[in-house]
């Protein structure tokens, strides 16, 4: 149906054991380019696991083993020994469902991707990173006269953003969000909806959520998993009028989950 | 009803024996302060004798032209017996060794001393406070009865008899004794100081310092965040906690045999001190460190990894800062302990008698608590007011130690 080209990340065989507890079994999943793809499915049944092998992230936790072929614009296995982890995580960014700002003005959480990679080459070229970044998360107008103040001083929705800011900062081509609005009211959910639309336009994004309503408003494709197995994916329109699968039906009508 | 009668009155039993317990604790405090302070405070004033002095050219042998190098290495012995002769007529030559005796064995440097600073003195009269003897010192204070056969007295009748004397021509003083903060150790209470022994105890603390922490910063860093959980890491980990509870002069001896024994390191030194004091403030140190790093949150690294920032950019650029507050403070908590200790000095043989101010962690020094041991051992009555003004000093620097480890916890206390 699609041209291959046009899958940021493909992943087949996916398996995810944490010890000697399967949390993945046997996924396969691809994400277009340029899309949102979202994540559902009840809790503990393995979207975060799976959304952590996206970035390697999974390789923090010592009893976590992951199999499986992960590869990146048909060509980088994400997993091959010699791509380094931290090259990796420039172009796959993440957004962890609790606010995580340095505890450092909100300028160097901003600045702190572009200074370790060497993006750029200038004080006033990062300047102007900061200051886009801040930009296409939406929170420059509000942060622009306290840019050296603490961002742990920042409402939750605020750090969100700024999280958001850090993340893209670094230009990644994949952004992972792991419930982003779990933490936040309406207003800032809304917010970072409207956010994650604007941001489709230049980046990959992959976003878990528990929210069918939120899933449909910023998704164009939607998998849902259910005890570590991929259950059904498709077009969010699809699998939120009619899903193929009696499971899916009935975790999206809330009969279970 | 009566099941909540008895419950309250239980209540209130625990209540009281608590604020007994509070009492009784601030009452031993206060007395032993009390105590301490009513001792010690003699030691920061010195009795004088009000004398003419006459720069007498007979007596000496350098004049108004002289250098100060050569002031410095001549005599004035000649000089204070001639000031004791000119202001007490007619001594014979026991009557002579008594009134001397009533003076300081310095009294020739405190005389070099001002003549250095008042050359056009010389050939003139001018009234100085010469410094007493110790012995005449106490009587003064009143630490020494006066009301005791002539024979269990230091100072004999003979001598009261000058002392009321020069006490009724006004002319026995009291000063501030800055002599105990600027000299070394003395045989005589009245000259004897403790900078000798806090420059000892500083430089130790140096080496200490400079010895313990990045180590244990380093050590704690590696187990906290590079090493994985499992059986090593806690047989080291038990093995730390241990050694946080091993008694100082075990310590001691372990820098006894290995610093001076197999390495050959000088005797008496503070780096020698300060090592040893190092092996014993570094389990303090990793055990505060590694509880600040464990308390920095996962999701900060993750933040960081999750950039692509390596696990040493992680760590150095986001973890260690949060964690160093606490550790600073474990660390100063550690030096102040570190500070008291006097085994470990003991065992290294900073506890010499040294009368020359240690210039730096090579020279041979005592340390202030060591010093404050030597003072108490010695018999002589005006040193005892000398171990209790150490004693105070000790306390005022640990007081400060441990209210700026309090300050920086409070100030840099991170929120999340
Ligand atoms: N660090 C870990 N160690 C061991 N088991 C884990 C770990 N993290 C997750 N698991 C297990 O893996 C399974 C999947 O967890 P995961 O966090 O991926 O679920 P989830 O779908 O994100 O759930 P939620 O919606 O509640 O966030 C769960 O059974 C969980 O207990
Ligand atoms: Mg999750």
Not at chain 1, 186 to 192: E, G, H, N, R
């Amino acid at each position: 149906m699609v041209d291959n080209n046009n899958f940021a990340l493909k992943t087949n065989n996916v398996y995810v054991h944490y010890g000697n507890k399967m949390a993945i079994n046997n996924v396969a999943l691809d994400f277009p380019k340029n899309e949102v793809t979202s994540l559902i499915g009840p809790s503990g049944c393995g979207k975060s696991t799976f959304l952590r092998c996206l970035n390697r992230m999974n390789d923090v936790i010592d009893s976590c083993k992951v199999e499986g072929s992960f590869i990146m614009n048909n060509t980088i296995d994400i997993y091959r020994d010699d791509l380094p982890i931290e090259n990796l995580r420039e172009k796959i960014g993440m957004v962890f469902q609790k606010p995580n700002p340095f505890p450092k003005s909100i300028y160097e959480n901003v600045a702190y991707g572009p200074k370790i990679h060497g993006v750029t080459s200038s004080q006033s070229e990062l300047d102007d990173l900061v200051k886009e970044s801040l930009h296409r998360a939406g929170l420059y107008d509000e942060v622009k006269d306290r840019l050296t103040d603490v961002a742990t001083g920042l409402s939750g929705g605020q750090q969100q953003r700024l999280c958001i800011a850090r993340a893209i900062s670094i230009k990644p081509e994949i952004i992972l969000m792991d419930e982003p609005c779990s933490a936040l009211d309406p207003i800032a959910t809304a917010k970072i909806e409207d956010l994650i639309n604007e941001l489709k336009e230049n980046y990959t994004i992959i976003i878990v959520t528990h929210s069918m309503s939120q899933a449909s408003r910023v998704s164009t494709k939607t998998a849902f998993f259910h005890l570590g197995n991929l259950i059904e994916e498709g077009d969010t329109s699809k699998i939120f009028t009619k899903p193929d699968k009696e499971q899916t039906n009935d975790y999206i009508t809330g009969r279970f989950g | 009803m009566s099941n909540i009668k008895k419950r309250l009155k239980a209540e209130r039993r625990f209540k009281f024996y608590g604020q007994l317990g509070v009492f009784l604790s601030l009452l031993f405090v206060t007395l032993l302060m009390l105590k301490i302070f009513t001792t010690g405070s003699g030691a920061f004033f010195r009795t004088t004798i009000e004398a003419d002095v006459f720069f007498d050219p007979k007596f000496m042998q350098v004049d108004k032209n002289s250098s100060d190098k050569e002031i410095s290495r001549s005599s004035f012995e000649a000089l204070a017996d001639s000031v004791v002769n000119n202001n007490f007529k007619d001594l014979n030559e026991g009557q002579f060794i008594k009134v001397r005796e009533m003076f300081t064995r310095r009294f020739d440097y405190q005389l070099r001393d001002y003549f250095l600073d008042n050359k056009d003195d010389y050939k003139k009269t001018v009234k100085l406070k010469i410094t007493a003897s110790s012995d005449l010192d106490q009587i003064v204070k009143g630490n020494y009865p006066r009301n005791v056969p002539e024979e269990q007295r230091k100072i004999n009748d003979y001598q009261l008899s000058i002392l009321d004397e020069l006490n009724k021509q006004e002319r026995i003083g009291s000063t501030f004794n800055f002599w105990f903060f600027t000299n070394g150790d003395s045989r005589d209470p009245e000259t004897a100081g403790i900078w000798g022994a806090i420059m000892g105890s500083f430089y130790a603390l140096m080496v200490c310092l400079a010895f313990a922490f990045p180590i244990g910063l380093f050590a704690s860093v590696y187990l906290e965040e590079y090493t994985k959980p499992g059986k090593i890491t806690d047989l080291i980990e038990v093995n730390i906690n241990n050694l946080a509870a091993v008694p100082s002069i075990v310590f001691g001896l372990l820098g006894l045999g290995m610093l001076i024994g197999v390495f050959n390191m000088p005797f008496q030194v503070p780096l020698v001190g300060g090592l040893t004091l190092g092996f014993m403030t570094l389990p303090t140190i990793i055990i505060a460190c590694r509880s600040s790093l464990r308390a920095v949150p996962p999701s900060i690294r993750h933040g960081a990894l999750a950039l692509g920032a390596t696990k040493t950019q992680t760590t150095f650029h986001h973890v260690v800062p949060l964690a160093l507050p606490g550790t600073l403070t474990g660390t100063i908590i550690g030096m102040a302990q570190a500070l008291g200790e006097t085994a470990p000095l003991l065992m290294v043989g900073m506890v010499a008698f040294v009368m020359e101010i240690p210039g730096g962690p090579l020279d041979p020094a005592t340390g202030l608590p060591s010093q404050i041991y030597l003072w108490s051992e010695s018999a002589e009555r005006g040193f005892i007011e000398k171990t209790s003004a150490g004693i105070m000093l000790l306390l005022l620097f640990l007081i400060l130690m441990n209210l700026t480890a309090v300050l920086i916890r409070r100030k840099v206390e991170v929120k999340w």
